[in-house]
């Protein structure tokens, strides 16, 4: 479905399409320059093909898979690849594939500043924006038009608006798998596509109004990567608990929440809203804001519970489990470290330590 | 601060001397240990002892250091010149972590991490250094506590999420250079990234230091930074003749200096001292090994917990690791530093690094390498706690077999963590791999 959905994009809409590796890029800018952004997480499942082995079973398994997917062709129908810089092992494949094979498509850079906002990163990233952009415009002979990116900033702030609604207004009849769907769809779909799917399920939580029936059981904050193996929620459903709050890196960490801040020159404003995403260790910034950020959801949602739910040999997100950790237990709020390895099903251990978790919440919740 | 300033000034220039002076009479009074006939190694260097006192002394004036001066905890390849120029007393985490390695201290270390809640895949330095903190202990008597936390991720990114999190447990600013990856060639405006991040920085060290940077001090740093460099690069460079007149092992240990005294006049001097000996030894044939038969090359960080028995394999064997790309890396920065320029040299050199460099130009320079050292063989060490540098060794030892001819072998293993580590299985493989020159 979505590689007919990208011939379609290219052939009937004449658009580009590019694969792009994880996590943070500026996917409006793409979106101005009429580029369809399709998503490389792993893709889940065990990696196969001449390229399973070409990185190190110690490197996480969306790097691992991703070579294995685009080596064994899964990537053919794109025009090239876009490698933002969100961790080491991702750095190394944005030379590993370009530099000793893999693909042979044009690869492009986007290497987003680490830590917080300093007078120094932020001219950096308006540079680094508009060298994509030229970089872009050589690639596809189509330089950006002016005004496209106002305008898709606007599309792209819509969109998060829903998106945001849709994780916080939580209601039974769009239970966690089906939301999930939903939004990482927005990894490949063209946004105005996608905001149209947004706007319907909108629409559906508008007509059931205030009354709406809320999800039951145990309200859990979850913050990791990548929500893979999608069967987690069909297991939490089971086990009596849902999403209350996410702090996915692929999901809530890019919904924006502050309002724009809106600058003269746009790409300005769009350096604004690339610091302006919720705190991600992938972008180093200060566990404290991060803290901050997570306790606001947990408030916000009521969520009984933390789950920390990475991918194996995920350093950024390895090194803030301790901090997550101490900060929850001294607010007497349990957590809970689960890790994955983009496996097609949840592990039998991994279940039963999320039901001894989820019992154990739900137990504190009564007494 | 009077007091601790006294202190620390009194072990630097009298006390420090003094139990140098006293432990050299010491071992010149037990008389020099000459090596078992049936060593396979050649006479050890003279310097050894040299390195030993430089370093103690290192040590131990950092037990008097904060309070004293301002302490800065550093990453091996922060552009240090800039916090020297302002009299920091530098710490490198990474250099303590490796020390705690040698003398296996690791898990113990990583225990204390793990136990509140540091994962075991996370890099094994970083444990050892955050254990170390945790639990408030080091071979290395005590380290100064941190006025300032100075990373550059030119090494990877792991540096900045472990100095994230000692920022966190320190209550200290943390200061951050971070250098775009350089695929094909650093963009201009990445350079001046860099540049503008290195002026933050000064405006940082001079408010903790309380002091302003002085552009003559800074200079003569920067001058000497880049001899201290051209020396080191000198002894690696006398390993091209047969035979090496030391091992890319000893070179592990004697690369210490140029990370963590770096721009001092100390650290020349010693180095001076060193290739004159490493000279002397090449003028008599004298090896670091008594018998070299096979040259190799090594990638990536030391096993530092398996040093000894993996080069004492290898002697055995006449092989003889004559280069590494590690030691190497911090020769190959004088090529691109300009000391009467210390902020571009700096963002130039500091970006230019092998780790934050791509897969096409790490090949090249291994191939050089190679070429230049007539290297039969390279020991890929695909070290489960570096990603950066492991990630692409897979392809990069099918291509150094089938571009310049070098067998290569991966090496899976840890450079600190002996629990992730099998001697058996890796003393097989090794064996194995030598097996196939004979």
Redesign the interface.
């Known amino acids: 479905m979505r590689k007919d959905y990208i011939r379609d994009q290219r052939s009937r809409h004449g658009r580009k399409v590019l694969a792009v590796l994880p996590i943070q890029y500026p996917k409006e800018l793409l979106t101005a320059m009429d580029v369809v952004a399709v998503e490389v997480w792993g893709p889940p499942g065990v990696p196969r093909g001449p390229g399973a082995g070409r990185l190190q079973a110690y490197v996480c398994a969306v790097a691992r898979n991703a070579v294995a997917f685009v080596q064994a062709g899964g990537a053919q129908d794109v025009d090239g690849f876009l490698y933002p810089h969100p961790c080491d092992s991702i750095q190394g494949l944005a030379t590993l594939i370009p530099d000793f094979g893999g693909a042979d498509k044009p690869a492009l850079h986007y290497l987003n500043p680490k830590g917080g906002p300093r007078p120094s990163s932020q001219r950096y990233l308006v540079a680094e924006l508009r060298d994509l952009v030229d970089k872009i415009g050589g690639l596809f002979g189509e330089p950006l038009a002016p005004g496209r990116l106002e305008w898709a900033i606007g599309l792209h702030r819509e969109i998060d608006g829903l998106r945001l609604r849709l994780l916080e207004d939580r209601r039974a009849d769009l239970p966690d798998r089906a939301l999930y769907g939903l939004l990482r769809r927005g990894e490949w779909l063209w946004p105005e596509d996608h905001l149209a799917e947004l706007k319907e399920a909108a629409a559906g939580l508008d007509e059931a109004g205030a009354g709406a029936a809320k999800p039951k059981g145990v309200p859990l904050l979850v913050t990791g990567i990548v929500p893979e193996p999608v069967t987690i929620f069909d297991r939490l459903s089971d086990m009596g608990a849902y999403v209350a709050a996410d702090d996915y890196a692929a999901v809530g960490r890019r919904v924006v929440r502050k309002p724009l801040v809106v600058k003269d020159d746009p790409m300005e404003t769009l350096a604004w809203l690339m610091f302006a995403h919720p705190p991600c260790p992938s972008r180093a910034v200060s566990l404290a804001e991060r803290l901050d950020h997570l306790s606001r959801l947990v408030h916000r949602s009521g969520a009984a519970g933390v789950v920390i739910h990475t991918v194996k040999f995920c350093e950024p997100e390895l090194f803030d489990v301790a901090g997550i950790k101490e900060h929850f237990g001294a607010a007497g709020l349990p957590v809970l470290f689960l890790e994955s390895e983009l496996e097609g099903e949840l592990g039998g251990q991994t279940v039963t330590r999320l039901e001894a978790f989820v019992e154990m919440v739900a137990q504190r919740r009564k007494s | 601060m009077i007091t601790r300033r006294l202190h620390y000034e009194m072990i630097k220039h009298v006390g420090g001397p003094f139990l140098m002076e006293l432990q050299g009479l010491s071992k010149r009074l037990r008389g020099r240990r000459e090596p078992r006939p049936d060593s396979p190694f050649g006479p050890p260097l003279e310097s050894v002892g040299k390195l030993k006192d430089l370093m103690t002394r290192h040590y131990l004036e950092g037990r008097y250091a904060d309070g004293a001066v301002p302490v800065a905890w550093v990453t091996s390849g922060f552009p240090v010149e800039l916090l020297r120029a302002l009299g920091f007393h530098s710490v490198y985490p990474e250099n303590h972590a490796a020390l705690c390695g040698v003398q296996r201290l690791t898990p113990e270390y990583s225990d204390a ?1 793990e136990k ?4 075991r ?3 094994s330095y ?1 444990r050892t250094d955050i254990g170390g903190v945790l639990l408030d202990k080091t071979p290395a008597g005590r380290l100064p506590r941190p006025d300032l936390l100075a990373c550059c ?1 030119n090494i ?3 540096v ?3 100095y ?2 000692l ?2 447990h320190f209550g200290v600013p943390l200061v ?1 250079i ?1 250098t ?2 350089v ?1 094909g060639d650093s ?1 201009g ?2 350079q ?2 860099v540049k ?2 290195l ?2 920085l000064m405006a940082v060290a001079e408010r903790i230091s309380g002091r302003r940077v002085d552009p003559a001090r800074l200079l003569e740093v920067a001058r000497l930074a880049y001899e201290g460099t051209l020396l080191w690069g000198e002894c690696l460079a006398e390993s091209t003749h047969r035979p090496a007149p030391w091992t890319g092992f000893d070179g592990f240990f004697h690369i210490a200096p140029i990370v963590a005294l770096r721009g001092g006049a100390e650290c020349n001097a010693y180095y001076r001292h060193l290739v004159d000996e490493l000279r002397y030894r090449v003028g008599r044939g004298i090896g670091g090994i008594k018998e070299e038969r096979y040259r190799l090359l090594w990638d990536n960080l030391p096993i530092w917990f398996n040093v000894r028995d993996m080069s004492t394999l290898l002697a055995e064997n006449r092989f003889n690791i004559v280069v590494t790309t590690y030691t190497n890396a911090w020769a190959e920065a004088g090529k691109r530093m300009n000391p009467s320029d210390p902020i571009n040299s700096a963002a130039q050199s500091y970006t230019y690094v092998i780790l934050n460099e ?3 130009r790490r090949l090249e320079l291994m191939s050089r390498l190679a070429a230049e050292y007539q290297v039969d063989g390279a020991l890929l060490h ?1 070290d ?1 706690s570096c ?2 540098y ?6 990069l030892r099918d ?1 150094l077999a089938d571009l310049a001819g070098v067998k290569s072998l991966l090496l ?1 293993a840890d450079h600190n963590d002996q629990r992730a580590y099998s001697t058996e299985q890796g003393n097989t493989r090794l064996q194995a791999f030598m097996e196939g020159f004979a």
Not at chain 2, 390 to 395: A, T, Y
């Open positions: 991490a509140v809640g540091y994962s895949s996370l890099c970083a991720t990877c990114q792991t900045l999420y472990w994230r999190c920022a966190e951050l971070d775009p990856f695929y963009a405006h990445h001046q990234y503008d991040q002026e933050e791509d897969l096409d695909s489960r990603k950066p492991s990630i692409g060794q897979v392809d291509k899976e």
